[in-house]
């Protein structure tokens, strides 16, 4: 048996139990082991970790843990992202996500605000990492067996069960404030958006739609009508609302 000590830092104790929150604590293993190994078999997936500093060095995840080391791991931030984090928070470029089946709200918010997301309730884990590998998605969920699988290279575990709350956080995680395009993407299919001619969709429109509303676009997708009503009120003060709290977070 081996005898480590381990501490979690900043946002990597909504991972720890009350007891190892914040505080250096003794963990014991056997066999040879790499540090990736053990910080996942205490529930922290790879992809949140972004500093990893053994007996007072930065290492590797495929450090081999000795005997009486002293680990202390640091999440990603932004400020280290030009410093070679071992993870990062995600891809060069646009934002871009994949979500698990039970963020389906989550998924219907961000497409409200623009961002690409990738969304079915009957995703399994296998096809979940294989998207967020191959296309290069940041892969939203509150499994953290999923984040833990190799495939997954940028992923994020989701605090909150609620789904407004979600939307603040993976805004604020993500800092997308700068991304925000209103109304842009289809909520039901995540295509986007296209102006269409009122008389091109005529037959598809309620009587009082049809005589008050003139402006309308469509999803080339799936075909959904989407124009500018109350409900785009509601939805703009949701928008607001969320920007708001990430602005109040940020100067405390």
């Known amino acids: 048996m081996k005898h480590v000590t381990f501490q979690f830092h900043d946002d990597l104790n909504d991972f720890m139990p009350d007891e ?4 250096l604590f003794p ?4 066999g040879p ?6 910080i996942e078999s205490l529930g922290v997936p790879h992809i949140e970790v972004g500093r990893i500093v053994m007996n007072g060095t930065a290492t590797s995840f495929d450090y081999l843990v000795q005997d009486g080391d002293n680990i202390h791991v640091f999440p990603i931030s932004h400020s280290d992202e030009d410093n070679q984090p071992l993870s990062r ?3 060069l470029g646009e934002h871009r996500f994949v979500l698990d089946n039970h963020l389906g709200r989550l998924a219907y918010l961000l497409r409200m605000i623009g961002m690409d997301t990738l969304y079915q309730n009957d995703y399994q884990d296998t096809a979940l990492a294989q998207i967020a590998s191959q296309g290069e998605r940041i892969l939203l969920t ?10 997954v290279r940028y992923g994020y575990w989701v605090r909150s069960k609620n789904p407004r709350v979600q939307l603040v956080e993976v805004m604020r995680r993500f800092n997308l404030e700068g991304e925000i395009v209103r109304f842009y993407r289809c909520m039901r299919c995540n295509g986007i958006l296209q ?3 009122k ?5 598809r429109l309620l009587p009082l739609t049809r ?5 309308f676009r469509i999803c080339p997708d799936c075909k959904q009508i989407y124009w500018y009503g109350s409900h785009c009120e509601h939805m703009n003060e949701l928008i607001d609302q969320a920007l708001r709290e990430i602005h109040s977070l940020h100067k405390s």
């Open 33 to 38: 082991q790499t540090v990736k190994h053990l």
């Open 20 to 23: 190892r929150k914040g505080i």
């Open 195 to 197: 102006s269409v001619q």
């Open 199 to 203: 008389e091109e969709i005529l037959p």
């Open 142 to 151: 509150r499994d953290r067996r999923l984040l833990m699988r190799n495939a």
């Open 27 to 30: 963990y014991d293993f056997r």
């Open 211 to 215: 005589r008050y509303i003139h402006e």
């Open 89 to 91: 928070l995600c891809p």
